[in-house]
């Protein structure tokens, strides 16, 4: 398959199903201006946490043993992430670039920054490349890298770079952890898989109940993109060359010196490295009082230049397919 054909299928079948969900949440509360957007937001992400995403979580753990080349999504994603928010550390915090940021603007950017829509919008481009078993790598990737490491280093960031008061008593990052329903569910399955007890009719069913996972959240993308506020701005789009370019060229650089042969699981890392700002970061900078505005537009802009960098990725060959 040459790069156009693959280009176009690619459009038709993985950024057009995806651009129609996020424009429908955009749209929406224009048709129905009565809509409580902020309440409609939290119930429907509610509803994700609490039983779409488990549900797709323990159906995938459940039948997904454990290898060494599974593991190295998780690991070379980390990889990239975390040397991306080094190079985002130089740019926004010790470099003279934009000296009217404030601590809380800088902090959510480097959470958006770093970390990337890996399971929502990873998930899709990797079905399209490696077929629907590929689903493994971004669940995997989730639960191994993305959530620990979000909610440790990304929780220093958050309180430690971004906080105005540094001072006062910070949340127990192990209490968050244990009280998300995604935790248990993928650790159910994962036990389940280990211990020979995956019951199939049950893996049927959370298969089909998570299957809303994606469109719920993209839709609610799209109520999340303050769209008449995409204002280009440099500290905003240098942030998402980061996170849509050098984080997957990173791993790229990294993987083969790793893995000298490399196979799907090296190549679908690069996807997941690829992706655009998590909507995490919005969570993140919510809850720790982090530039949220910022973080919205970071998400917003990254998630349009998406569309534009990924060919570029296929283009230079970075995906071996």
């Known amino acids: 398959m040459n790069y156009f054909t693959q280009l176009f299928d690619l459009m038709v079948q993985v950024m057009l199903p995806l ?97 990337g829509n890996t399971f929502n919008i990873g998930a899709p481009v990797l079905i399209f490349f490696f077929g629907a078993e590929a689903l493994r790598y971004a669940v995997f990737n989730d639960m191994l ?27 127990s990052v192990i209490g968050v952890m244990l009280t998300m329903p995604p935790i248990w569910a993928f650790l159910a399955g994962f036990a389940c898989q280990q211990l020979g007890l995956t019951y199939q009719p049950l893996v049927k069913a959370t298969q089909f109940i998570g299957q809303a996972t994606i469109p719920v959240i993209l839709f609610v993308l799209g109520m999340t993109i303050p769209w008449r506020k995409l ?34 699981a090296q190549y679908a890392a690069i996807v ?6 998590m909507m995490t970061a919005l969570l993140l900078a ?14 917003g802009w990254s998630t349009i230049l998406f569309w534009l960098t990924l060919p570029l990725i296929m283009a230079f060959g970075w995906i071996g397919t």
Do not use: H
Request: with cysteine.
């Open 19 to 115: 651009s129609l969900l996020v424009c429908a949440g955009a749209l929406w509360p224009r048709f129905f201006p009565d809509t409580q957007v902020e309440q409609m937001r939290s119930d429907l992400n509610r509803l994700v946490m609490y039983l779409f995403y488990p549900s797709i979580l323990f159906a995938v753990a459940s039948t997904t043993p454990i290898s060494f080349d599974l593991l190295s999504v998780p690991l070379l994603v980390g990889i990239g992430s975390l040397a991306s928010g080094a190079v985002l550390y130089v740019l926004l915090y010790r470099l003279p670039l934009w000296p009217q940021l404030t601590d809380q603007t800088r902090a959510a950017l480097m959470l958006g920054g770093m970390f």
């Open 145 to 171: 890298m993305t959530m620990p490491v979000v909610w440790t280093l990304g929780v220093w960031i958050a309180t430690r770079l971004g906080s105005q008061d540094r001072n006062t008593s910070q949340p």
């Open 231 to 264: 204002v280009p701005r440099g500290e905003i789009l240098a942030t998402a060359g980061v996170k849509l370019l050098l984080t997957p060229l990173i791993v790229w650089l990294i993987a083969p010196l790793i893995y000298p042969r490399m196979g799907e």
């Open 272 to 277: 997941e490295g690829s992706t655009p700002a």
């Open 286 to 299: 919510d809850r720790f009082k982090l530039d949220s505005a910022a973080a919205a537009l970071l998400i």
